[in-house]
């Protein structure tokens, strides 16, 4: 992999990553439409560095809240804030345990094709969809972004089950968790909000593993080379972070629907294409 092609994979994560359409499939498709044929092991290298990329983005767009979260967090000031990034942590328990556990078996899906990206694209497109209806009043009118309820212990429970499923390349990570959020209820300018939130701690967790070990390798061993790697996540941040504040507001006025008919054409193609 040369430098324009993980420029070319770091605008498609940066854009991906925040719309409901899923990174890791798209990063897939695009690896396959620029013959990019590389060890699953260095897939994933590339996948946890772009991804912290836009993890940053999350953090540099949602600063002021994130920094008011902090503060209270580590203060242990008890105010809902301190609670709110404590259902913050209690989603990360389900992908956590699908971390420890079952790692090998979901790194097996990477790198193998788009059949599982297909399928899964059409399952974003089908979540989206049930989200798009279910958020809409007998009128057919929408419910306004503030209606519904803030996010529960059990709510964030909930949507870290999603998030824990959305592993999968193709099942869109923030379509899966923003359309859980909207199924059971919540507010949805809050768990948009929640949804880039509750990622930061395991793929920042999982990136600085990979910078470890990537440290501890010789140059020489290394099939991507750094300066690909900076290249991919310089990209993935800047573009993430253009994306992150379109995403916020998509999903303030509910139209999330519309990717849910993109998901459907892609997870078609994939599937024809295979």
């Known amino acids: 992999m040369d430098w324009l092609d993980a420029l070319i994979l770091g605008l498609v994560q940066g854009l991906a990553e925040y719309l409901p359409i899923s990174s890791s499939g798209h990063l897939e498709i695009f690896r396959t439409i620029l013959g990019i044929d590389i060890p699953k092991d260095d897939v994933l290298q590339f996948d946890i560095i772009v991804h912290a990329a836009t993890v940053c983005s999350t953090i540099v767009i949602l600063w002021p809240m994130f920094a008011s979260l902090c503060r209270s967090f580590f203060t242990f000031k008890r105010d809902s804030e301190f609670y709110y990034v404590c259902k913050i942590l209690v989603s990360c328990i389900p992908v956590g345990i699908v971390g420890v556990f079952f790692k090998d078996y979901v790194e097996a899906f990477f790198g193998d094709g788009l059949t599982i990206v297909g399928v899964c694209l059409i399952i974003t497109a089908i979540l989206l969809t049930f989200a798009h209806y279910s958020d809409r009043l007998a009128s057919g009118r929408m419910i306004p972004a503030n209606k519904g309820r803030d996010i529960t212990w059990l709510d964030a429970f909930v949507i870290g089950c999603a998030q824990a ?34 990622v930061i701690i395991p793929i920042l967790g999982e990136a600085l593993l990979d910078v470890k070990d990537l440290i501890s390798t010789p140059a020489e061993q290394q099939a991507t080379s ?7 996540f310089i990209t993935a941040f800047v573009v993430g972070c253009a994306a992150c504040k379109w995403m916020l507001n998509l999903v303030k006025k ?6 849910a008919i993109y998901c459907v054409l892609m997870g078609v193609i994939c599937l024809l294409w295979q």
């Not at 923030?174 to 948009?192: E, F, M, N, P, Y």
């Not at 750094?226 to 991919?232: D, E, K, N, R, S």
């Not at 509910?254 to 990717?259: A, I, T």
Request: hydrophobic share 55%; glycine share 12%.
């Open 254 to 259: 509910g139209k999330l629907v519309w990717f």
């Open 165 to 198: 499923v959305a592993v999968l390349p193709g099942l869109s990570r923030s379509g899966t968790t923003i359309a859980t959020g909207i199924l059971i209820g919540d507010k949805r300018d809050k768990v948009a909000s929640f949804s880039f939130l509750m």
């Open 226 to 232: 750094p300066l690909v790697l900076a290249i991919g």
